[in-house]
């Protein structure tokens, strides 16, 4: 670039010289001799020089500031050298293609294009000299466009393409995705008979067929090929390559290494591409089978690897074209292809050993003196070089695709090798090695990786942070997942945010992921419909559990999802099947029936013009919102609006709107239901036996509600506490003590475990008819059994109960108490408040409730009754 720049300067200041004014006539003919002499001694020197600078251009060895400069130098050099063409002054055309080159490499398409239109307007000869640096350019970045419109002034300007321009411009077209016009114009040059395309311009449309995944016009490239007898070298199988992958086709990838090792010894560069192939469909023992070969040639030296003015790695050797009938059948069944065994390809003796060692199909270097003699004198020769990049990437490969297996022992064993060996693992191999780590053993396994990488300052990627915080997300580690998301630079997929949106959502902290929300902002990553759904979950309901809502929560709730919903338009996302789920599930939560119904009429219009977010379960959220608000008429009529759209009723559908009867008591319609449930295929469950004996309950008939319950029982029905406590709620309101004890009874042989409603129920019950002392004894019995039914159980908890919640003066008893729900232990909190209220009322506490006189006096009255399970 120096020497370039010098010379430069010293045209330019010849140049000058040449140029001086000169007096009289004397001085006229010395200054017309000077010119003439520097025009012979220049001519030449423009040539290599244009060549050259355009070359480097082309190259990218050229920094833009300095083209305009060495533009001018150049046009000095042409003046002088006689080439500028006559024209009345108008700059060569050489110079014109160098300075559309100029405006292409800078982005001015439009100069370029005017620059271009100049030159067909010209009224000379032009040859394909004039343009073939043009094409060049095109045909290396990747403009289809603009060597389309190079074409087609050529062809105005009568221009005979040669095999070079026709190359270049086909090349230009492939890498565009132009392949049916790259197909036309290989078409022309088969009428041609002096001209005929050449093995890599089927190589280039081979690539482009991978690019836009076009496995039609690669079977019709191949058909070609195979007429023409081109034959096929390893880029014609990289590039093969490339499409089955793409394709996610694994039986064509082995196909095409079988053909491939029928005419190559694998190079390095060509293991290095197989080795991605097999990690990316994610077959291990290949990948790792490939993987071992390339080390051993590593190992045993004698090759190069070379770089592409591109910047690609490939072997220095020589690439003979080979004859084959290989057709890219992507549809192929992989059934044929399942017992292939890759070790079986290679005729090698290194591939044969590699194949058949210990039992689990791999083996490593374990020892830093095995690896040393093996070869560890050629791995510090290549330290450094292309080839321990090459080596490295692969490692990379193989490792990365142990994380979806999982194999979590693969990965670290490769990655104990690559340390044997002198080969220091990356950022990248970390990435890879962790996200094995926390998809087999967890994010705390993840996290100790994590910290043996600072210990060797090596810098985390940003996906491995990711990786490791969807891990503590999964986990419902907030903590620890948004300290790991504070420290992701930049993000390029909302997934980890996602993640931990989801754990606020299970845990219900809707105020910690706001700062996620916040984070995604700044690093503007834009919500994906996920986000959404969960948004809707977060934030769509206001009160906390066990309130109802109010007018305040109410406007709360429809500011939130106007906000959503007008960020949803924002970024282009319409509404899913979840998101309009969780949207009605947090109005029917609130309560708001009005704008629950206006939300469903909109999706069905929607749905009528083609685009649906409903589906059968969004109409059951709407129904049990509707019989919940005892909305019964209206559960009807949306009952009816579902079908009419042609949304088929599921068990769920019928069991709520066999309970929306019970609104209106009405057993006749219920039975109706279940009718038409049995003849849509569905059985009759817990929660259909529960809706109907609530219906009869209601009714006051107490009888066929306890014959109807002996019947699911005996029809093997497995009920719940649901079922029972709908009993209980009757009986307690209806005053009826018998049935109260018969249903705890049948509560503890079915093991049920009650709950709090059932204590509230049985206590109320006996405290209605003024049984204090049973009340309380009952209310002592049930609330042991909520902790556990087993009296073995319970002992090993007795200490800790009685220490720090029962009998504890600590006046921040009650509040630990309380601690217990945000736990979800809601059955023991309940359980130990009930207890400790007991014993500060003065009673005693017995922790064996199977031994109260209330449990023995029911289970000598029930137990043999009928429906109790024995």
């Known amino acids: 670039m120096r020497r370039l720049k010098i010379s430069l300067r010293l045209i330019g200041s010849s140049c000058r010289k040449s140029k001086a004014p000169q007096c009289g006539i004397g001085g006229r003919l010395e200054s017309l001799q000077t010119f003439s002499a520097l025009s012979e001694s220049y001519r030449d020197l423009f040539d290599r ?71 067909g307007r010209r009224n000379i000869e032009l040859t394909t000299n004039d343009f073939v640096y043009i094409l060049e350019y095109c045909a290396r970045s990747t403009d289809p466009l603009f060597v389309m419109e190079t074409w087609r002034t050529m062809g105005e300007k009568d221009v005979d393409l040669d095999d070079k321009c026709y190359l270049l411009i086909i090349r230009a077209l492939c890498k565009g995705g132009y392949l049916e016009e790259a197909l036309n114009m290989m078409d022309m040059l088969r009428k041609d008979h002096d001209l005929y395309p050449i093995l890599s311009t089927y190589n280039n449309l081979l690539g482009g067929c991978a690019r836009i995944q076009s ?6 490239c191949l058909d070609l090929m195979e007429r023409r007898m081109v034959g096929k070298n390893e880029i014609t199988y990289t590039e093969l390559l490339k499409l089955a992958v793409l394709q996610e086709n694994l039986p064509v990838v082995h196909e ?79 059934e044929e292809n399942e017992d292939t065994e890759l070790s079986g390809f290679i005729n090698t003796k290194e591939m044969e050993a590699c194949a058949s060692n210990n039992k689990q199909g ?160 700044e690093m503007k990553l834009q919500p994906n419909i996920r986000t959404y759904e969960l948004l809707f979950s977060l934030f769509g309901n206001v009160n906390a559990p066990y309130e109802e809502g109010n007018m305040l929560s109410q406007v709360d709730v429809a500011k939130r999802i106007h906000a959503i919903e007008m960020d949803m338009v924002k970024n282009g996302i319409q509404h899913s099947h979840w998101s309009m789920r969780n949207l ?17 009429r909109v999706a069905e219009n929607q749905f009528s013009r083609g685009y649906s977010c409903l589906g059968t379960a969004s109409y059951n959220i709407v129904l049990h919102s509707l019989v919940e608000a005892n909305e019964s008429h209206m559960a009807v009529d949306i ?11 599921d068990a769920a559908t019928y069991n709520i709107m066999i309970d929306c009867c019970s609104v209106v008591r009405c057993f006749k319609s219920a039975s109706a239901l279940v009718s038409l449930m049995l003849r849509d295929g569905f059985y009759p469950q817990a929660v259909t036996y529960t809706a109907l004996i609530k219906i009869l309950l209601g009714n006051g008939d107490f009888d066929t509600a306890l014959s109807l319950l002996d019947q699911g029982s005996l029809e093997g029905i497995q009920s719940d506490v649901l079922l029972f ?47 204090i002392s049973t009340a309380i004894e009952a209310l002592q019995v049930l609330s042991m059994r909520m902790i556990a039914e087993e009296d073995s159980i319970l002992e090993e908890k007795i200490t800790e109960y009685e220490e720090n919640f029962i009998f504890s003066e600590d006046m921040e008893a009650e509040s ?28 005693e506490i017995s922790w064996l409730p199977n031994r109260s006189l209330w449990a023995r006096r029911l289970s000598s009255n029930y137990a043999n009754a009928e429906g109790v399970a024995g």
């Open 816 to 843: 630990r108490i309380l601690e217990l729900f945000k736990d979800c232990n809601e059955n023991l909190a309940v359980a130990l408040l009930y207890l400790r209220w007991s014993a500060t009322l003065g009673f």
């Open 362 to 521: 791999f083996t490593f270097f374990t020892k830093k003196s095995e690896a040393e003699n093996d070869g560890q004198s050629m791995m510090r020769k290549c330290h450094g070089s292309s080839v321990m990049k090459v080596l490295r990437w692969s490692f990379n490969d193989v490792i990365h695709a142990c994380a979806p297996s999982p194999n979590c022992r693969l990965a670290e064993q490769l990655i104990l090798q690559m340390q044997n060996m002198g080969l220091e693992p990356s950022s990248s191999t970390y990435d890879g090695f962790i996200r094995a780590v926390v998809s087999e053993r967890g994010f705390y396994d993840g996290i100790e990786v994590l910290k043996s990488m600072q210990c060797k300052n090596l810098k985390p990627h940003d996906s491995t942070l990711a990786t490791i915080a969807v891990g503590c997300s999964e986990g419902l580690e907030l903590d620890l997942a948004e300290a790991l998301l504070d420290q992701i630079s930049k993000s390029r997929s909302v997934h980890p945010y996602n993640a931990f949106l989801k754990a606020c959502d299970t845990l219900d902290r809707p105020e910690r992921a706001v700062h996620a929300l916040v984070k995604m902002k």
């Open 49 to 119: 020089w244009t060549l050259a600078v355009l070359d480097c251009i082309l190259r990218g060895l050229l920094v833009k500031s300095y083209l305009f400069h060495i533009c001018e130098s150049l046009d000095c050099l042409a003046f002088i050298s006689g080439h500028r063409p006559s024209g009345y002054g108008k700059e060569p055309v050489s110079s014109v293609q160098m300075q559309i080159v100029n405006a292409l490499c800078l982005g001015e398409r439009s100069r370029a294009s005017s620059l271009l239109s100049d030159i």
């Open 256 to 334: 095409i290494w079988k053909e491939y090792i029928k005419y190559y010894s694998p190079s390095i560069t060509a293991l290095r591409k197989f080795v991605w192939a097999f990690s990316r469909l994610r077959d291990l023992e290949a990948a790792y089978i490939a993987l071992q070969h390339m080390v051993s040639m590593v190992l045993r030296g004698g090759f190069i690897v070379g770089k592409t003015a591109e910047g690609k790695l490939f072997t220095l050797r020589l690439d003979i074209p080979i004859p084959s009938s290989f057709e890219l059948d992507l549809k192929r069944c992989s």
């Open 639 to 649: 009952f009816k609006s579902m079908k009419s759209c042609g949304f088929l009723p």
């Open 215 to 220: 496995v039609s016009r690669a079977n019709e």
């Open 725 to 771: 406590n709908t009993v209980l709620q009757e009986a307690c309101e209806k005053g009826r003590i018998d049935v109260i004890e018969l249903i705890a009874e049948r509560m503890h042989q079915n093991k049920v475990q009650p709950d709090p409603s059932t204590c509230y129920y049985v206590f109320s019950a006996y405290v209605n008819h003024d049984y």
């Open 584 to 600: 009605l599930k947090a109005l029917g939560a609130e309560g708001m029936v009005r704008e629950l119904i206006q939300y469903l």
